[in-house]
T-cell receptor
Framework: KAGVTQTPRYLIKTRGQQVTLSCSPI?????VSWYQQTPGQGLQFLFE???????NKGNFPGRFSGRQFSNSRSEMNVSTLELGDSALYLC???????????????FGPGTRLTVL | AQSVTQLDSHVSVSEGTPVLLRCNYS??????LFWYVQHPNKGLQLLLK??????LVKGINGFEAEFKKSETSFHLTKPSAHMSDAAEYFC????????????FGKGTMLLVSP
């Protein structure tokens, strides 16, 4: 079974631009979560989608948004990029909806975003 | 609210010696707890998870962790370190309030010397 895939793996943008990152979950997984990883802040939760609905959102500004499609693939978008948005963005998928506690989440390799 | 504290940012061991990575957690609900490992330029891989079954949890690659509610701890151990264990380890908590949000610790970098 293929793992979680993220595209692109590396991205370089300039301040003020916008960017879209893509995540394809493991086949059959309907829950997709996004995380930002930086040296200073560590791993922080961005948002989680299940059945095309955003179920939970972390403490990030409105410039960060996402969506999920009917095939469970997900995209996240960052508008008006700032230097501080440079990070590794990780996507994770899981089988079950979150009710009753977290199931195991499977992580993709991440997209390394550099903002110049 | 939930939080995780990994007590050491770096741990250095010699190959063949025991490993202990310490983690304390705080959760408003009965938590699920995980340890993930991240090798350089790789994604996160689940080592083990606790979800209210046995308090001593065995994971992959010889790692295990013990859930101690009275101490709110979930320390990760391995009897004998291998060079390939060198990586960053994350202790993670998720409460059972109905969301799958994972809260990560800051990470512990494990260095293994020959």
């Amino acid at each position: 079974k293929a793992g979680v895939t993220q595209t692109p793996r590396y991205l370089i943008k300039t301040r003020g631009q916008q960017v879209t990152l893509s995540c394809s979950p493991i086949s059959g997984h309907r829950s997709v979560s996004w995380y930002q990883q930086t040296p200073g802040q560590g791993l922080q939760f961005l948002f989680e989608y299940f059945s095309e609905t955003q179920r939970n959102k972390g403490n990030f500004p409105g410039r960060f948004s996402g969506r999920q499609f009917s095939n469970s693939r997900s995209e996240m978008n960052v508008s008006t990029l700032e230097l501080g948005d440079s990070a590794l963005y990780l996507c994770a998928s899981s089988l079950e909806p979150p009710s009753g506690g977290a199931g195991e989440q499977f992580f993709g390799p991440g997209t390394r975003l550099t903002v110049l | 609210a939930q939080s995780v504290t990994q007590l050491d940012s770096h741990v250095s061991v010699s190959e063949g010696t025991p490993v202990l990575l310490r983690c304390n957690y705080s959760s408003s609900y009965s938590p699920s707890l995980f340890w993930y490992v991240q090798h350089p330029n790789k994604g996160l891989q689940l080592l083990l998870k606790y979800t209210s079954a046995a308090t001593l949890v065995k994971g992959i690659n010889g790692f295990e962790a013990e859930f101690k509610k009275s101490e709110t701890s979930f320390h990760l151990t391995k009897p004998s370190a291998h060079m390939s264990d060198a990586a960053e380890y994350f202790c993670v908590v998720s409460d059972r309030s109905g969301y799958s949000t994972l809260t990560f610790g800051k990470g512990t970098m494990l260095l293994v010397s020959p």
